[in-house]
């Protein structure tokens, strides 16, 4: 079965930190990728996306993330996190099942809480 | 614009009712697809509706069915509601089927 596997559950950082949030998928043939944040309090909301094209993407609030196939890794990134980046992050995938839907899957979700 | 509107906020019903949520979608707007949001099972995805059509369906019961109408606006309904029904439930609408979503603020079921 399709699956997308977030392996941070909970990070705790500083201001000024640099983060990386994980996320790998199983899936077959051609997958759009996305991560969503989730602010305290508000809606989800697209943070960034690929479809096609260079691997390295350019998102919101001066996060990227990277495509890398061969490893089914859609890695989150950021130099230097601010306490308002504190939120929820789901990466997500959209790609083909075994039954010829195109649905997407959502990780589990990680918790950033940045100190000030 | 406005953005991706679900009536109601919250919602108690009792076990083995129905209920009925409503979504509007963005102006524009033709896909909507519904999401099941609990602490358990994160965010699992229900069904999408493209142009009044269900395009695609997750792995949920049928106790769980959607409609679209002409307008993009849809409705989602469970019946025979069972205390595992508690959740969130999430409306996403976005242009295409393959497109960026964009989602509404949820309705929150209690199931007592």
């Known amino acids: 079965a399709q699956s997308v596997s977030q392996h941070n559950h909970h990070v705790i950082l500083s201001e000024a930190a640099s983060l990386e949030l994980g996320c790998n998928y199983s899936?077959?043939?051609?997958?759009?990728l996305f991560w969503y944040v989730q602010y305290p309090g508000q809606h989800l909301q697209l943070l960034l996306k690929y479809f096609s094209g260079d691997p390295l993407v350019k998102g919101i609030k001066g996060f990227e993330a990277e495509f890398i196939k061969s490893k089914f890794s859609f890695n989150l990134r950021k130099p230097s996190v601010q306490w308002s980046d504190t939120a929820e992050y789901f990466c997500a995938v959209r790609g083909p099942t075994s039954g010829g839907s195109y649905i997407p899957t959502f990780g589990r979700g990680t918790s950033l809480i940045v100190h000030p | 614009k406005a953005g991706v509107t679900q009536t109601p906020r919250y919602l108690i019903k009792t076990r083995g009712q129905q209920v009925t949520l409503s979504c509007s979608p963005i102006s524009g707007h033709r896909s909507v697809s519904w999401y099941q949001q609990t602490p358990g099972q994160g965010l699992q995805f229900l069904f999408e509706y493209f142009s009044e059509t269900q395009r695609n369906k997750g792995n949920f019961p049928g106790r769980f069915s959607g409609r679209q109408f002409s307008n993009s606006r849809s409705e989602m309904n469970v019946s025979t509601l069972e205390l595992g029904d508690s959740a969130l439930y999430l409306c996403?609408?976005?242009?295409?089927?393959?497109?960026?979503?964009?989602f509404g603020p949820g309705t929150r079921l209690t199931v007592t």
């Open positions: 996403a609408s976005s242009h295409g089927q393959s497109d960026e979503q964009y």
């Open positions: 899936y077959g043939g051609t997958v759009n």
